[in-house]
């Protein structure tokens, strides 16, 4: 298996789009279920409005299924974007931590911006790290287990250009 230090270093990688969408999709299935749980308690447990109107219940309203449809939305494109910078930059974890780590900076700032009561600007802040860091730290594990260095092997002695086995025999899979 691939220390994360082999994939950072690799010239070459390799992504098994399966395996990395897979997680993306489960990635966003807890996303959704985070946004759910984060409203539930917020508004069932701690009696705070949070996305709907007093007459939303616990559960809250419509606004809790968009909000938990954007969650998984958002964890989708965020595989996306992990997948493009798996096959395509140098330090693609560290590109995509950076990269999505400031969107759950601005997920954060965001309901500051909008007319509610502090404590349901707050909270709904608190729901949004709390995704925000499910999808970082899943997809950067799932970005490790879907992506292989690949390396030509190191000739032996005797062993020219042509001579002996194909460098593909020996990457990773």
Request: no cysteine; proline share 8%; aromatic share 6%.
């Amino acid at each position: 298996m691939a220390s994360p230090h082999d994939l950072e270093d690799a010239t070459k990688v390799r992504v098994d789009a399966g395996r990395l969408w897979a997680g993306g999709v489960a990635t966003a299935v807890v996303a959704a279920l985070a946004v759910v749980a984060g409203v539930l308690i917020t508004r069932g447990v701690l009696d705070i409005k949070v996305l709907a109107p007093n007459t939303g219940g616990s559960w809250g309203d419509q606004t809790t299924a968009v909000y938990a449809g954007l969650a998984a939305g958002s964890a989708l494109v965020a595989t996306a974007l992990l997948h493009a910078l798996l096959l395509g930059t140098p330090h693609p974890l560290a590109f995509f931590g950076w990269i999505t780590g400031l969107g759950v900076v601005v997920s954060a700032a965001a309901p500051f911006t909008q007319p509610a009561t502090l404590d349901s600007k707050v909270f709904t802040a608190i729901i949004n790290v709390i995704v925000g860091v499910a999808v970082i730290t899943l997809l950067s594990g799932v970005g490790r287990s879907a992506a292989r260095p690949v390396r030509p092997p190191t000739p032996g002695p005797g062993m020219g250009p042509g001579m002996g086995p194909r460098p593909e025999d020996y990457y990773r899979t």
